[in-house]
């Protein structure tokens, strides 16, 4: 493409606002000074992933699979408070225990 081409497109983005006018200025220099434009970059891991990809069934704090003491050394609450949870959620809903035997079957111990 031409710097035209180039110029004309940055100052639609301009006027329809997709551009502040400090973005704008940054691109019509790049563009005139005949810099790359920069690569985008892959976005870094969330927090919580690394969190995450760390589970595993704890071998010390487990009463039947170890579920939730892994569960506590990842988030740092209480195993009992996950036991709690659990089970309240077999007595209100039921489906805690398909989520807690997919865990014990899926997760690695430590």
Known sequence: MSFSNDLEKLAELHQRGVLSDEEFARAKARILNGDPAPQPQAPAAA?????????????????????????????????????????????CAGGSVVIYLLLWILLPEE
Request: net charge positive.
């Open 47 to 91: 927090p919580g992933a690394a969190a995450i990809n760390s589970l595993r069934r704890s071998r010390n704090d487990r009463w039947i699979g170890g579920v939730c003491g892994g569960i506590a050394n990842i988030t740092g609450l209480a195993s009992w408070v996950w036991r709690l949870a659990f089970v309240l959620g077999t007595v």
